[in-house]
């Protein structure tokens, strides 16, 4: 069922805000009837976080995040979580499932002292023993949960939250393309272009894209970009140099300008974590290759768009870029296929559809309670 518009005032309560949320969040916005109100803070500076700037219909409010700890382990605590949901008074609050977000029980609390549905927005629940059951605790203040992909939807499950208010909505930055099928040549000029994109550090696993591109046959071996920063940048560099001096690192490029070198592509790669330029890649009718990771890519990588490396081994990584660049024509056709899947079914609308469906159910799960 797909709901058209939220009739209320709707609040997302967000650690940061990165540019790659800024189409969602606006296209969530135009779809509530009172408002849209959202409070996030500052990324650490070692996150390399873009931010998203102005928002076109939000209620913005920015605070300080303070962050507790580092690496995995660090928790967050925002400043004026209740005064901002006193000011907007909000009909459904919308907050990321992340036990580690101190400011968020209470957000939740504050909520349902006035029988207002409070909706949790989260990878998944992975893990055992003890941190399960830290988990589980958390996950059940929710009234609802959306989660990104259905192995994220089988973990709450696992941890006893009704499956009836448990919602996928499947990872999209993209808008539904409202352009037409980009055109690429059969045959590109010279070498065909390899694409990354994303934070440079160890878990993207780049050093292993790079030193694959090096084993290939000389008829296969791509230009190879690599496009971002972080703190493994010098070091991928300098194995570049050694291994595979075709490689280019533009550094970080975002918007307009990142578009222009989608275009450009005949494959993208993410061989480690994350995934949310894979969405976007496919917008510009890109075969994929991605790693695992999470699990979310599994909705987007399927056998007619592009390949999912199960092993984040260089030689499993040499095999699947020589199958993918030894045949273009079957390349350009999986680009077609990427294309159809964001346009037809993973796109932003989707995903604004999916969420205001959970804040439907949440809302009527409120109301059964009084």
């Known amino acids: 069922m797909t709901y058209s518009m939220f009739d209320g005032r709707l609040a997302l309560l967000q650690r ?16 509530c009837t ?41 928790f967050c605590w925002q400043n004026g979580v209740k005064r901002w949901l006193s000011e907007s008074d909000p009909d459904a609050l919308i907050a990321e499932a992340n036990p580690r977000y101190l400011s968020t029980p ?8 006035r029988q207002r549905p409070v909706i949790g927005w989260g990878l998944g629940a992975p893990g055992s023993g003890a941190q399960s ?20 939807a089988d973990q709450y499950g696992r941890l006893g939250f009704l499956c009836e208010r448990i919602f996928v909505a499947p990872n999209a930055v993209a808008l539904r393309p409202s352009w037409q099928l980009p055109a690429r040549p059969l045959h590109p000029d010279g070498k065909p272009t390899i694409l990354f994109v994303g934070r440079l550090q160890p878990r ?18 791509p230009r190879l970009v690599i496009i971002g920063d972080g703190p493994a940048r010098g070091e991928l560099e300098a194995l ?15 918007d307009e300008a990142l578009a222009l070198w989608f275009q450009a592509a005949d494959l993208f790669i993410l061989p480690g974590t994350g995934g949310l330029a894979l969405h976007q890649a496919m917008s ?44 273009i024509r079957r390349l350009r056709k999986m680009g077609e296929e990427s294309f159809r899947i964001v346009r037809d079914e993973i796109n932003v609308e989707r995903m604004v559809d999916v969420f205001l469906a959970a804040i439907e159910q949440a809302s009527s799960t409120i109301k059964g309670r009084k």
């Open 16 to 31: 940061v805000l990165p540019s790659y949320r800024k189409a969602f969040f606006e296209a969530l916005a135009a779809r």
């Open 34 to 74: 009172n408002g849209l109100f959202l409070l996030a803070g500052q990324p650490r500076p070692s996150e390399s976080i873009h931010p998203a700037g102005s928002l076109n219909g939000i209620e913005l409010t920015m605070t300080r995040n303070l962050h507790i700890s580092q690496g995995k382990s660090y």
């Open 106 to 113: 209470p957000a939740v609390r504050w909520m349902h002292a």
């Open 133 to 152: 059951g830290l988990r589980a605790r958390f996950i059940h203040q929710f009234d609802a949960l959306i989660t990104y992909s259905q192995s994220g």
């Open 204 to 221: 993207k696993k780049v050093d292993t894209l790079i030193l694959a591109c090096a084993q290939l046959p000389e008829r296969l071996q």
């Open 240 to 254: 570049a140099h050694v291994n595979y001096p075709r490689t280019e690192f533009p550094g970080g490029i975002h």
């Open 284 to 327: 510009f009718a890109l075969p994929v290759i991605a790693g695992v990771a999470d699990g979310t890519q599994a909705d987007l990588v399927r056998r007619t768009n592009g390949w999912l490396l199960e092993n984040d081994t260089v030689a499993d990584l040499v095999n699947m870029l020589a199958e993918a660049l030894s045949d």
